[in-house]
């Protein structure tokens, strides 16, 4: 295999020339910690590593009128110290406080995250609950592209070599309850086996009169479950009706996967989670 | 290859390296700083822990050619010309070291969250140690040694 070369361009506009010509001999790298893995292994059948960790157009975190703004380039360290998210995004500030471990944390990008389409990608549930687009661009044109189609199938994504994801583009919630949750092998630093988030509001009378929510990991692209939202939603939220809820969620599950040799434990492993995450809600 | 100009330990380097090493690679192999361990290799065990620009980072998972412009210290940049750095005192006074292997890495996470949050809790400290693999201590007399460097650096007596 014949050497990487390392490319740094000064700016994204540089950077999108690049993969015009290029693309499709080239690797993006940005934190590194999913690329370095198959560079590390010879797996990785690329000429060229553009690097974009250092590009100003991908940071910054700000609320405008196009909605709550994430850089692609933004770290999970800066995701869990932003005030803004925490606000306006709190179940992605949550999924940056359980996302790996520190080291990583303080180098793994949002948009790597997203680009990398894992199943079990932590940011995925959290930005569908938030029902965010990506930002793509490439040289010519850029497109919005809601987070569930940034992957096609586990692990393929539906960019193209010449595009990259600018930012993330977030509905804002505040002021209600929001929650991400994870099972993996084990606390810390697993990869999660299933993985889901929640944005809720109660009204006056204690019913819950506006829920997002999101499962992530157990299935090969994220869902944004509306069955759970159209379920719940004007309902007061008792130990049972979670319960039925998580019943609801697990058979929507294996509705898309099918069957599968973990299914035994997956099965009760969701309603279980789901109503870990929910009894906060319970009057 | 490419060139990158940074500063480790204080001092200023200029290498000519590999497009695809990794910055273990250089510290390790180019440099022979070997206090920064390889353990896993994917970024779960910890033990190539660094400081880059004042933040822990793995190593192992972080491209050479990106240390370009930064400030790194390694395990050999802890401790100052008059002794031990307090993080390193307060691991021996406490026996938080065992076999050793994982102890460098553990030490510049440590170093890092010291900076940050100067008295941490027992949360902060796990939620650091969580990146960083020991299967001799069992992680109690860690935890002494984190909240007794913490006492330590708050005398002033700072180094690294």
Not at chain 1, 37 to 61: F, N, P, Q, T
Not at chain 1, 109 to 116: F, L, P, R
Request: with cysteine.
């Amino acid at each position: 295999m014949a050497e990487i070369e390392y490319v740094r361009p000064v700016n994204l506009k540089d950077a999108l020339n690049f993969l015009w010509n290029h693309g499709e001999d080239t690797k993006i790298i940005a934190g590194g910690t999913d690329v370095m893995i198959d560079v590390r292994s010879g797996a990785l059948d690329k000429k060229y590593l553009l690097d974009i960790s250092r590009m100003d157009e991908l940071k910054g975190i700000e609320l405008n009128d196009q909605g709550l703004c994430v850089g692609a380039g933004v770290t999970l360290s800066e995701i869990y110290s932003s005030d803004l998210l925490e606000s306006n995004a709190l179940a992605l500030k949550k999924t940056a406080y359980n996302f790996a471990g520190k080291q990583i944390r303080n180098m793994a990008t949002i948009g790597g995250n997203v680009a990398n389409s894992s199943p079990c990608g932590d940011t995925l549930p959290a930005l569908s609950v938030h029902r965010a687009k990506a930002l793509v661009a490439d040289k010519k044109s850029t497109r919005l592209v809601p987070v569930e189609e940034m992957a096609t199938h586990a692990y393929i994504s539906s960019l193209s070599p010449k595009q990259i994801i600018i930012k993330f583009i977030l509905t804002p919630y505040q002021d209600g309850f929001a929650d991400f949750q994870k099972i993996g092998r084990r606390r810390e630093l697993a990869v999660s086996r299933i993985s889901m988030a929640v944005f809720a509001k109660k009204d006056k009378e204690g019913r819950i009169a506006f829920l997002k929510f999101a499962l992530g990991a157990c299935t090969p692209v994220p869902h944004n479950m509306e069955l759970m939202e159209k379920f719940l939603t004007g309902k007061t939220p008792t130990r049972e009706l979670i319960w039925e809820a998580g019943g609801l969620l697990a058979q929507k599950m294996i509705e898309i996967t099918g069957r599968r040799s973990s299914t035994i434990y997956k099965e009760p492993a969701i309603q279980g989670l789901f109503m870990r995450m929910l009894y906060p809600v319970v009057k | 290859m490419v060139n990158i100009k940074f500063k480790i330990n204080g001092q200023k380097k200029a290498l000519n390296i590999h497009d695809d090493m990794t910055a273990l690679a250089v510290i390790r192999s180019l440099l022979k700083l070997t206090g920064t361990k390889e353990g896993c290799g994917i970024g779960e065990c910890g033990a190539c822990t660094i400081n880059v620009d004042g933040k822990a980072v793995n190593s192992c998972l972080m491209l050479g050619a990106q240390l370009d412009g930064t400030t790194v210290v390694t395990v050999e940049g802890l401790a100052a010309k008059d002794g031990l750095a307090p993080v390193q005192k307060a691991f021996i006074e406490n026996h938080g070291v065992q076999c050793g292997f994982c102890t460098p890495g553990i030490l510049m996470s440590v170093n890092a969250l010291l900076q940050e949050i100067p008295d941490p809790g027992h949360e902060e400290i796990s939620k650091t140690l969580a990146g960083n693999l020991c299967r001799c201590t069992g992680y109690s007399q860690i935890f002494t040694s984190v909240k007794e460097a913490a006492r330590l650096a708050g005398q002033g007596d700072q180094h690294g």
